[in-house]
């Protein structure tokens, strides 16, 4: 009796999916098709013809087995496995344009290019200087520095798009993709202008803020979340009278011009308080916010650049002896 063939172990047939099957012309059209919900359109941005996209989709459901994407009537939709796969070949082709930048900019003498996203707090406190002692050792180097969410910028740091992200990761299932290095919490303090009525009160509550007009972050923020959240705990309606903006250009103003109240890390408005602008209120709120850290992506090799950028966040963290002090307090016992 013949023995039938023992099937190929997960890591060989992946290996021979990646070295057998899989063309540079596969990953260029996956990222096009998550670009477009159309054949055509995806197959004219890839330099392909309609009938051999579509062939080079079929080849890949039939090597996998999977399906990618739902054909409908006015285009195609990617299925999860679709989407994993489109997801891994933009990175795939992130790491070849990053890999030929980096050729470019040796040859010409560069110092390369860092991209870095970053929530608020860390921007004002520690990027700066991280970046002045990056710039003193990398003088030639380009750093890109946007400000979004934390989940927005994971999701950019997953697509090969961002080399360093300082922030919070808040949904758990990317956990297994990233490297997370804590730096502290952020404690948050309701601030106003000097002279604000509620200034010199020693006996204020929640009650009394809840009437106040408040600059609040957008709906759906996590700051936002829990702040409704301190207020609702107490009985308490959240307050009604709100502008929403996380802009530090336009938060000042509006404070220094009325008697708006906010909530934001001291960190944030230290230059504003030093120079009487602005002022705290003599209240604690109890509110703080999780964690924000250095994030990189697990298993990944940075380029000097920006190995040079995280080896600078990590002294100018390390040289913060607020930080550290933050850190000591943050830290169970």
């Keep these: 009796m013949s023995i039938p063939p023992r099937p190929a172990s997960p890591s060989a047939a992946s290996d021979r999916f990646v070295r057998s099957h899989l063309k540079m012309r596969h990953l260029i059209l996956l990222v096009e098709l998550g670009r477009h919900a159309s054949i055509v359109t995806a197959a004219k941005a890839a330099r392909l013809t309609q009938p051999a996209a579509s062939r080079l989709i079929s080849d890949l459901e039939h090597v996998l087995g999977v399906q990618l994407f739902e054909r409908l009537a ?25 890999a030929h930048l980096e050729i470019a900019q040796l040859l010409s003498g560069l110092g390369g290019k860092v991209e870095i996203g970053s929530v608020l707090t860390p921007a004002a406190a520690i990027l700066p200087k991280a970046i002045t002692l990056f710039k003193s050792r990398f003088v030639d180097a380009n750093v890109a520095v ?14 090969g798009r961002l080399d360093l ?14 490297d997370f290095e804590p730096i502290t919490d952020e404690v948050h303090h309701i601030v106003v202008r000097p002279g604000h009525p509620l200034a010199r009160r020693t006996d204020l509550g929640l009650a009394e803020l809840a009437r106040q007009s408040w600059i609040v972050p957008p709906a759906g923020s ?17 307050p009604t009278d709100t502008v929403e903006t996380l802009a530090i250009p336009l938060i000042v103003p509006l404070l220094s011009s009325t008697d708006m109240v906010v909530a934001l890390p001291q960190e944030l408005v230290q230059a504003y308080l030093d120079s009487e602008q602005l002022a705290l209120l003599p209240f604690d709120l109890g509110l703080r916010m999780d964690a924000y850290g250095i994030i990189t992506r697990r298993g990944h090799v940075l380029s000097p ?23 000591l307090k943050s830290t169970p016992e």
């Design 74 to 98: 006015r285009g195609v939709v990617p299925t999860w496995s679709g989407k994993m796969l489109i997801r891994r070949a933009g990175v795939a082709l992130a790491e070849m344009d990053a």
């Design 146 to 159: 946007d400000f979004s969410t934390s989940d927005a910028m994971v999701e950019r740091l997953l697509d």
């Design 165 to 178: 992200v300082l922030g919070r990761i808040l949904d758990t299932a990317n956990v297994p993709l990233l």
């Design 222 to 238: 996590i700051l936002r979340d829990r702040l409704t959240a301190l207020f609702l705990s107490e009985g308490l309606s959240p």
């Design 305 to 327: 650049g920006a190995e040079g950028m995280l080896r600078a966040l990590r002294e100018t963290i390390a040289a913060d002896p607020a930080l550290r002090r933050h850190r």
